[in-house]
């Protein structure tokens, strides 16, 4: 089992920033990819950012320039430094976790960005 616990959501205004981070704990595969993923009110879950264990990532093409995905691996945490902020990005926060072929997922943090 891997927990995941997110945290740093809240309210900003648009142009603004917020640092998402997610703490793992539990059966950490060595080599695994951490991932930020959001849900806005009626549309689908969409990748926002993904980290693999040797630094790689990947952005959602939204986000690029905007968003940076981090990780301790000493802290086993990872963050989403987001910056200017628009109204779109407005959505539940999740993180995930992937490693030895499962996959687990945090509870989620609301973030809205107000215009």
């Known amino acids: 089992q891997v927990q995941l616990v997110e945290s740093g959501g809240g309210l900003v205004q648009a142009w603004g920033s917020l640092r998402l981070s997610c703490a793992y704990s539990g059966s950490i595969f060595s080599i695994n990819a951490m991932g930020w993923y959001r849900q806005a009110p009626g549309k689908q879950r969409e990748l926002v950012a993904i980290?693999?264990?040797?630094?790689?990532?990947n952005y959602a093409d939204s986000v690029k320039d905007r968003f940076t995905i981090s990780r301790d691996n000493a802290k086993n945490t990872v963050y989403l430094q987001m910056n200017s902020l628009k109204p779109e990005d407005t959505a539940v926060y999740y993180c995930?976790?992937?490693?030895?072929?499962?996959?687990?997922w945090g509870q989620g943090t609301q973030v809205i960005v107000s215009s």
């Open positions: 995930n976790y992937r490693g030895a072929a499962r996959i687990y």
């Open positions: 980290i693999a264990t040797g630094g790689i990532t």
